[in-house]
């Protein structure tokens, strides 16, 4: 199993920059995709962004391709999301995400390990 911690949410003005963290602890040795998926109260949770296990592959949701970049570090078992840009849509509760296997998919019901999630919040 992999046991995942996020941080770094936070308030923030429209325009400006955050940085979430994930890392992971547990079976890490394994192969396993990883992704960044968000939800707001009344919501579905959504997809934001995804990555492979070498780092090679990526992929994003349209509403952020272009403000926000995914990048993950194997030596401290941790993936990032760079938030450039922000826009209060953005605001939400944002969830990191992990599945053992060589993919990476855009659905939240394909990822088996989630973290407690961290707040972004964006005023305008």
């Known amino acids: 199993q992999v046991q995942l911690v996020e941080s770094g949410g936070g308030l923030v003005q429209a325009g400006g920059s955050l940085r979430l963290s994930c890392t992971a602890s547990?079976?890490?040795?394994?192969?396993?995709?990883m992704g960044w998926f968000r939800q707001v109260p009344g919501k579905e949770r959504e997809f934001v962004a995804v990555?492979?296990?070498?780092?090679?592959?990526?992929d994003y949701a349209d509403s952020v391709k272009g403000r926000f970049t995914i990048s993950r570090d194997y030596a401290k078992n941790t993936m990032y999301l760079q938030m450039n840009s922000l826009k209060p849509e953005d605001t939400a509760v944002y969830y990191c995400?992990?599945?053992?296997?060589?993919?990476?998919?855009?659905?939240?019901?394909?990822?088996?390990?989630w973290g407690q999630g961290t707040q972004v919040t964006v005023s305008s």
């Open positions: 995400a992990a599945r053992y296997g060589s993919s990476w998919p855009r659905s939240k019901n394909e990822y088996d390990y």
């Open positions: 990555i492979s296990w070498s780092g090679g592959g990526t």
């Open positions: 547990g079976r890490t040795y394994s192969a396993y995709g």
